[in-house]
């Protein structure tokens, strides 16, 4: 087989291949001049009097103006959120929290499309990705929470669940709706409210969300959205009337978290960074393994915390591997992020840009080789092109930290025990591929990867039903499945 | 003058499967005996022997565990008179003995409680085990000597984690009776190590430790604040929980749940 692949000429790449703009119109989205803070169900103007401009990161063109909230609005929010919950949240029935949080999810799917080009406006993301897995996984995470709420004590079997009281919830830029959806959708399940902060760069989504709680009939100070900068998320982690932090983000910043919650009582769940190996053995189905690994780190740009941003390759299909994996990438298409053909859209900021452009340039300088694709990158807003290193070594920056960009990092193994010692190489422990034919040992792999999720022949793959986090730094506590109602539930 | 002196027993720590000496050469004393006082290099040592252990005890068979633990239970019914006399009595060695079988008995059956299948959306077959954490550090309670300890220790051991124990500082003696029962007890060596001394200076060694996984500080008082601060140095799980009682929830607070995904097609 090896040889018949090498002797066959390849196929044409259709490099040249034209491509008429395909524009997903964006008149379906209306933003406003200017969103206050959703609080007690209502926008209002920020007591800090600050405001900052959010943009599209793929032509840095201005969207919207944006509240930055601080300590007395992150009072305001505990406090409307408090109220929502002592007046009538906590003691209604489970079945109709359930119907609120059907609701909600039916509106989102009405309401898809919207939420797509918002989405893929705010944070770069390519429409297709925004519109096929953002949006619905979103509304279907609502859904299934929904039916939970009145089960909750068919979940845990000999305890008595009781909500948390406030949650505070603090989620990033990669995800903007769909982690909403993570955090609020157990959260209320389980008959909490709710402060988000969606991330600085992102508010968008989150703020037209509050239309849909508005549409949903939702009680007023059930979910409250505060936007802001990183000072608003540690008010938030400080603020003595939050009862539980969830946060998703930087290993740096949970690390931070947890630190300064220490010894308050507060309820915590981190879903921190990865740096995931994606194992491609020599007896894999060969082109879908080279699908997965362009799935694994070229989805989302890259900026994703379960990224397969580590390719270990078996030695012997090394040279094949490559260069399959050049060709495919050479046909992915970089730009506009509302093209229906787009495969790449942009960075979602400057300072994510530099950063990732600073860990690249550190790969050059410890010693690999780059390859990146020759793609014309628009002169507004911020790109980076597909990119892959080889001759990594174990030791080098970009190969432990997590660059968040659409940077793939190559290194070999000989045998399942180096892949294994290699893949578990790393203080992250989020996520993990494996790719080979061979069931046994993707059983044998699964077994010893120390990651929380494990993606045996397939990538990047999310469900509402299926526990979603981290072993090590990577943080703990499961979000998805009947494991992400208990990061929501105290018990008798 | 008549009639034979006894032999009495030297005091010391429990790691790797061994009975060292403080490597300091220090000793404090404590309920009318000297107790091996551990240095933080011994800390550091028994997390090393922890994490040497760590591959052969959570890679055993649940039902190997469960027998294992069961033995432990042997093994301290044998011994019950010398653990009798460590702690309040008869009563609490008996209690302890059969928190340790009910444990035995939770090691296969977790998976199927705590995980399962889930039905994704699409041409998947997913689904969830639990795993051990890998290294814990526990901080044990001071009352009840015996139970307290065993009802820290157990939970993490049915689960698979390879242990360090930080024994109570004012009732050592229950700890060391206890780990001559575990060393007869075909546990490996290095998966429960036992550490007596002061809490307040082995404590923080093992929280700040980046090659621990976990920390119950349950037994830290008013300490546990700042094992917590230093816990999160390496983003640890930090675990506390009653002093006597049993749930196999105890068992899941020092597990990582995994999920594998992998397609269903022809």
Redesign the interface.
């Known amino acids: 087989m090896a040889d018949l692949e090498k002797t066959r000429p390849p196929a044409p790449v259709p490099l040249e291949w034209e491509y008429a703009p395909a524009p997903e119109s964006r008149e379906i989205v209306h933003f406003q001049e200017r969103y206050g803070l959703f609080v007690g169900g209502e926008q209002i103007e920020p007591r800090s009097g600050e405001w900052y401009s959010t943009i599209a990161p793929a032509s840095e063109e201005h969207l919207a103006e944006i509240a930055q909230a601080r300590e007395e609005d992150v009072d305001l929010a505990v406090q409307s959120a408090r109220d929502a919950f002592e007046n009538g949240w906590s003691r209604l029935p489970g079945s109709e929290r359930a119907k609120y949080i059907f609701r909600i999810a039916r509106i989102l799917l009405e309401r898809s499309r919207e939420f797509a080009v918002a989405e893929s406006l705010n944070s770069g993301k390519p429409i297709r990705e925004s519109r096929d897995v953002d949006v619905p996984i979103a509304a279907a995470h609502f859904f299934y929470y929904a039916g939970w709420a009145d089960k909750l004590e068919y979940a845990f079997p000999n305890r008595r669940p009781h909500p948390l009281g406030v949650a505070g919830q603090i989620i990033p830029w990669n995800f903007p709706l769909l982690m909403l959806a993570w955090k609020i959708a157990p959260a209320l399940a389980c008959g909490n409210t709710v402060v988000l902060k969606p991330s600085h760069t992102t508010p968008l989504t989150a703020l037209l969300f509050t239309d849909v709680c508005r549409q949903a009939g939702l009680p007023p100070g059930v979910v409250n959205i505060i936007t802001g900068d990183g000072r608003t998320g540690a008010a938030m982690v400080r603020h003595p009337g939050i009862d539980k932090i969830a946060f998703t983000g930087s290993t740096g910043v949970g690390k931070d978290i947890q630190r300064a919650i220490a010894g308050t009582g507060k309820r915590l769940t981190l879903e921190l960074g990865g740096k995931a190996a994606n194992i491609v053995f020599d007896d894999c189905a060969l082109d879908q393994a080279v699908e997965g690994i362009i799935n694994g780190i070229y989805f989302n740009q890259g900026e994703v915390c379960c990224a397969g941003s580590r390719l270990l390759v078996q030695e012997s299909i090394y040279e094949q591997v490559i260069a399959k994996l050049k060709r495919r990438m050479s046909t992915l298409r970089v730009g506009d992020p509302l093209d229906k053909n787009t495969d790449v859209g942009a960075i979602n900021s400057r300072e994510q840009l530099d950063r990732i452009t600073e860990l690249v340039e550190s790969g050059r300088e410890e010693g690999a080789e780059i390859f990146q694709t020759e793609c014309t990158l628009p002169d507004r807003g911020f790109w980076f092109a597909p990119t892959v290193f080889t001759n990594v070594a174990q030791s080098y920056r970009i190969a432990q930290e997590e660059i968040f960009g659409p940077v793939l990092s190559v290194l070999t193994f000989r045998t399942p025990e180096e892949a294994v010692e290699k893949a578990n190489n790393t203080a992250y422990g989020l996520s993990a591929g494996v790719w080979t034919e061979k069931g046994s040992r993707i059983l044998w792999m699964a077994e010893r990867l120390r990651a929380g999720v494990v993606w045996g022949n397939t990538f990047n793959r999310f469900d509402p039903a299926s526990p979603f986090g981290g072993y090590k730094e990577s943080g703990f506590g499961r979000e998805g499945g009947r494991h992400g109602l208990e990061a929501y539930l105290r018990f008798e | 003058m008549s009639g034979r002196l006894p032999v009495r027993k030297t005091y010391k720590l429990f790691i790797g499967g061994a009975f060292p000496r403080s490597e300091s050469g220090r000793t404090l004393e404590a309920e009318g005996q000297n107790v091996a006082r551990a240095s933080r290099k011994d800390a550091r040592d028994a997390v090393k022997a922890a994490r040497g252990a760590f591959p052969k005890w959570s890679a055993a068979t649940a039902y190997n565990r469960g027998q294992v633990l069961y033995r432990l239970a042997e093994m301290m019914e044998a011994r019950s008179a010398d653990l009798a006399a460590t702690c309040s009595g008869e009563a609490e060695v008996e209690a302890a003995i059969d928190r340790v079988v009910w444990y035995a008995g939770w090691t296969d059956k977790l998976p199927q ?1 705590l995980g ?1 299948s ?5 041409p ?1 077959f ?1 689904f ?1 085990v639990p795993e051990p ?2 290294v814990v550090a526990i901080v044990a309670p001071d009352e009840p000597a015996l139970l307290g300890l065993v009802t820290r220790v157990a939970p993490a051991l049915a689960g698979g984690n390879a242990v360090v124990v930080v024994a109570s500082e004012t009732h050592p003696l229950a700890a060391i009776e206890l780990a001559e029962a575990i060393a007869t007890s075909d546990l490996p060596g290095g998966a429960l190590n036992i550490l007596t001394g002061q809490r307040a200076e082995l404590a923080p060694v093992l929280a700040a430790h980046m090659d621990v ?1 976990a920390i119950d500080v349950t037994g830290a008082g008013e300490g ?3 094992l ?2 230093l ?5 640890k ?1 930090v675990v506390r929980g009653p002093a006597d009682g049993q ?1 196999p ?1 105890e068992i899941q607070a020092l597990l ?8 269903i097609g022809t």
């Open positions: 409680v399962g889930n039905p994704v959306a699409g998947y997913n969830t954490t890998g996984n546990a604040t700042e917590e601060r816990a999160a140095e390496n983003v799980r749930s929830w990582e749940f995994k999920t594998v995904w992998h397609p």
